[in-house]
């Protein structure tokens, strides 16, 4: 990357709204990176930017869970396969046609959103979760090693398996570090990733943990939900723009 004062201040600020974002609805923060980024820097750029913030964060919902040894026992063939997933997938996102992945990034963007706002909850019956979960979790490691993106098809089929809400949490945040563990490692075995952007994502800890405690301490005062849905709006919008981008 070619930095300048505009693009750091352009990351930092990134980093900071993608922590308020995971503040105020506890997940958020490698899409709404991945989505600023990506409108701004390649697609693989972005996604090296945001390996130490995402694992940062991810690792702190993690383990505050009441339930990991349970949940990590349960989860633990989805998360064997989003790594594989992550690893092949990652082909794409470091093959250098940045069109291509820019586009790809858009439409995974959209898809979460649109599905995030339109969609009725649903629930995955008991003797379905051991052959669904490995399958879902290549599929979410496919599109995260692709495109940078952990939450498709991940968060709607963690939604379905009726979790209580501290479970939940932790199970996403499971998915997350694990997703973005796998994203690094794929980028060191395919040569992609530069000891500076892994130093510059290092700093970009501290605007993303700034970000998370100006959402906690907001979150009070403003409507989750409305603000979710305002967010989701917004996304669906960056994803568009981007999927349109090669045809412009």
Known sequence: MDLSIPLIAAIT?????????????????PTVAMGVLGA???????????????????????????SLRPIARRLWP????????????????????????TAMLGAALMLYAAYTLLARPFRVPARLEP?????????????AGGTGVFVIPAVPYLQSLGLEKDD????????????????????VWRGALPLGDLALSGLAILPALA????????RSRISP??????FL??????????????FL
Request: charged share 5%; hydrophobic share 60%; with cysteine.
């Open 131 to 143: 052959w669904l979960s490995p399958l879902i979790g290549g599929a979410t490691g496919a599109v």
């Open 78 to 101: 989805m998360m064997a396969a989003i790594v594989v997933g992550t690893l092949a997938g990652s082909a794409l996102l470091t093959s250098g046609d940045t069109a291509l992945t």
């Open 13 to 29: 600020a990134t980093f900071f709204v993608a922590g308020i974002v995971k503040g105020v609805t506890g997940m958020g923060l």
């Open 40 to 66: 701004l820097l390649s697609p693989l750029a972005a996604a090296a930017l945001l390996l130490a913030p995402s694992f940062v964060t991810n690792v702190w919902q993690l383990v505050a869970g009441p």
């Open 233 to 246: 709006i917004c996304l669906l919008l960056l994803g568009l723009e981007m999927a349109a981008r090669p």
């Open 168 to 187: 939940l949490v932790q199970a996403l945040g499971l998915s997350f570090t694990v997703s973005t563990v796998a994203l690094g490692l794929a980028l």
């Open 211 to 218: 970000g998370m405690a100006a959402g906690q301490a907001v």
């Open 225 to 230: 939900a409305a603000f979710r849905r305002g």
